[in-house]
């Protein structure tokens, strides 16, 4: 006897749906997890993000003192604020530049586009291979000079003279290395972190209807200034009027004059 395939139907069914409900909803961008960018193994890449994302004006300054405290803290790993501004009034805007581990870059643009829209995001990545392999080559010249250096400083056949000049090129090799090795930990720093630049601010529309409210608050103080500027204006050109009004009326009497049996006794 033959076994009902109606159930078997059923969860075929509700499995193709599940499947097609999922991906509907990858393709309309739901939340799916974006990895976090890091240079692949052996590769000296310097990652920085910049990312804008509309807030309610009001949130703004919350908003930016949460990313800063989520910085600060190592929430989501090493992190240092490198730049931070607030601007205020009808513009109000927030900006932070961090320098982060690449695992706290998808967190970071969590925390700060939650509750708010995810505006346009951008990934740059410098290619450091050659100048770390340059700055690599110049620090062990660097090293084997300051070692020969320090094997003549130690002889008992040098004079004064020559104490003093090798003690000048000595002073020279080693202010060389030590910037040789600020630019080498620069280096890794930019590798092993990322920088990331956040741009907080209202929606457009919000921003339009900011412009009007404060056209409307200033309505008076745009009049009192318009009707002054107009004042000012027809003091100013009053005395060019009289001017010109004379210099017409002189003409037109000079004209007078020069006309034909203007002023001559008839015959």
């Not at 745009?222 to 003091?235: Q, Y």
Request: hydrophobic share 45%; charged share 20%; aromatic share 4%.
């Amino acid at each position: 006897m033959r076994q009902p395939l109606g159930p078997v139907f059923l969860l075929a069914a509700v499995l193709f749906a599940t499947t097609a409900c999922n991906k509907r909803v990858s393709e309309a961008g739901g939340p799916v997890a974006r990895p976090s960018l890091e240079a692949p193994t052996g590769a000296m890449l310097a990652y920085e993000h910049s990312v804008e994302v509309e807030l309610p004006a009001d949130g703004i300054a919350l908003r930016l003192a949460e990313l800063q405290a989520a910085c600060t803290s190592g929430t989501h790993g090493r992190c240092h604020v490198l730049d931070v501004g607030q601007q205020g009034g009808d513009h109000p805007r927030g900006d932070l530049t961090v320098r982060i581990e690449p695992r706290g870059v998808e967190p970071m643009i969590a925390l700060a586009a939650g509750g708010g829209e995810l505006g346009a995001r951008r990934t740059h990545a410098e290619d450091l291979a050659t100048v770390v392999q340059d700055n690599a080559r110049l620090l062990e010249r660097l090293k084997r000079e300051h070692a020969q250096l320090e094997a003549f400083q130690k002889r008992d056949d040098l004079d004064v003279a020559g104490m003093i000049a090798l003690s000048a090129q000595m002073a020279e090799v080693e202010a060389r290395l030590q910037q040789a090795e600020q630019e080498a930990a620069g280096h890794a720093l930019r590798i092993e972190t990322q920088k990331l630049s956040f741009a907080l601010h209202p929606p457009a529309g919000t921003s339009g209807r900011n412009e009007i409210a404060a056209a409307l608050r200033d309505f008076g103080a745009t009049l009192a200034l318009g009707t002054a500027w107009t004042i000012r204006s027809a003091a100013f050109l009053i005395p060019l009027g009289l001017l010109a009004a004379a210099l017409v009326g002189a003409w037109k009497w000079w004209r007078r004059r020069r006309a034909p049996g203007r002023g001559q006794m008839p015959k």
